[in-house]
């Protein structure tokens, strides 16, 4: 008497086939939802490469924003260590965000001017997100909120940002309540102007980086920050370089310079003690 097979374990069939009462990967990713906001608006090929990237782009500094505000909710409350995992979450973030221009840079000169017209002056200028994220790391002009004025659920939070610590000024305020010196005109100063080198500051850090046995959890905190600083300014690099290489120097869509606008970005510098401090070890 032949003996029954034994079941494949592995078997394409052994998985989960019917989803007509139960929760599918596309209902709880509302796919869609989010494939359906995939509307170009000409028939150009190159313009569902276009719309991708930036959808994609948005939804990464969503998660930048939460990883950051998570993050600063622990700094305010004085805790040096959990901050690490949210930062080096964002720094991974990022690493996709600067990737994304290396797929956009496949879109040529003559491919863009074919769906150019199409989105007026829409620009990533306009950003919501990306504002935010800005504004949470510190990078301060209330001029740069005003494009969001119309909509005032992206303009609150936003200007709220704005008067509230950068995640720069809690880690200050966290390194002064360890006892180091921090000069009270650097603690209260205007949140909504960006923070400026003061050399208050450099001497606090220098006492850190001098003595990292001591002070490991600031030290490691403020390379963790110098790390996200770093990769915004390789995204700010590449979106350069994509632009430079799509449009030259035309006008940005936005009204900006364009590439002028974003190589003057470039001189941004959002923790510049964190810099200056190798300098002088």
Same mark, same amino acid.
């Given at each position: 008497?032949?003996?029954?097979?034994?079941?494949?374990?592995?078997?394409?069939?052994?998985?989960?086939?019917?989803?007509?009462?139960?929760?599918?990967?596309?209902?709880?990713?509302?796919?869609?939802?989010?494939?359906?906001?995939?509307?170009?608006?000409?028939?150009?090929?190159?313009?569902?490469?276009?719309?991708?990237?930036?959808?994609?782009?948005?939804?990464?500094?969503?998660?930048?924003?939460?990883?950051?505000?998570?993050?600063?909710?622990?700094?305010?409350?004085?805790?040096?260590?959990?901050?690490?995992?949210?930062?080096?979450?964002?720094?991974?973030?990022?690493?996709?965000?600067?990737?994304?221009?290396?797929?956009?840079?496949?879109?040529?000169?003559?491919?863009?001017?074919?769906?150019?017209?199409?989105?007026?002056?829409?620009?990533?200028?306009?950003?919501?997100?990306?504002?935010?994220?800005?504004?949470?790391?510190?990078?301060?002009?209330?001029?740069?909120?005003?494009?969001?004025?119309?909509?005032?659920?992206?303009?609150?939070?936003?200007?709220?940002?704005?008067?509230?610590?950068?995640?720069?000024?809690? !880690?200050?305020? =966290?390194?002064?309540?360890? %006892?180091?010196?921090?000069? @009270?005109?650097? #603690?209260? $100063?205007? /949140?909504?102007?960006?923070?400026?080198?003061?050399?208050?500051?450099?001497?606090?850090?220098?006492?850190?980086?001098?003595?990292?046995?001591?002070?490991?959890?600031?030290?490691?905190?403020?390379?963790?920050?110098?790390?996200?600083?770093?990769?915004?300014?390789?995204?700010?690099?590449?979106?350069?370089?994509?632009?430079?290489? !799509?449009?030259? =120097?035309?006008?940005?869509? %936005?009204?900006?310079?364009? @590439?002028?606008? #974003?190589? $003057?970005? /470039?001189?941004?510098?959002?923790?510049?003690?964190?810099?200056?401090?190798?300098?002088?070890?």
């Amino acid at each position: 008497m032949a003996s029954s097979p034994v079941p494949d374990r592995d078997a394409p069939e052994r998985a989960r086939l019917d989803f007509t009462r139960r929760l599918s990967y596309s209902d709880y990713l509302h796919l869609d939802t989010l494939l359906g906001a995939h509307q170009p608006v000409t028939d150009a090929h190159d313009e569902h490469l276009f719309i991708t990237v930036h959808h994609v782009s948005e939804l990464w500094l969503s998660l930048v924003v939460r990883e950051l505000r998570a993050a600063m909710e622990q700094l305010a409350a004085g805790i040096t260590d959990a901050p690490l995992k949210g930062l080096t979450r964002v720094v991974r973030a990022q690493e996709q965000l600067t990737a994304a221009w290396e797929v956009l840079k496949t879109m040529t000169p003559a491919d863009y001017l074919q769906f150019r017209w199409a989105f007026g002056e829409a620009s990533g200028f306009q950003s919501a997100g990306y504002r935010m994220v800005e504004v949470l790391l510190g990078n301060r002009n209330p001029t740069l909120l005003r494009p969001h004025a119309h909509r005032p659920d992206l303009y609150g939070p936003l200007e709220e940002a704005l008067h509230a610590p950068s995640v720069y000024d809690l !880690t200050l305020r =966290l390194v002064a309540r360890r %006892g180091l010196s921090i000069p @009270a005109e650097v #603690l209260e $100063r205007d /949140l909504t102007r960006p923070h400026e080198a003061h050399a208050g500051v450099l001497e606090a850090w220098l006492t850190v980086y001098r003595d990292p046995e001591r002070y490991w959890d600031l030290y490691e905190l403020a390379e963790k920050l110098l790390d996200v600083e770093d990769n915004f300014r390789a995204w700010r690099f590449n979106h350069l370089t994509t632009v430079e290489r !799509t449009i030259g =120097l035309r006008r940005g869509s %936005g009204g900006t310079s364009g @590439a002028g606008y #974003l190589r $003057r970005a /470039l001189e941004v510098v959002l923790f510049p003690e964190l810099w200056e401090v190798r300098t002088h070890l």
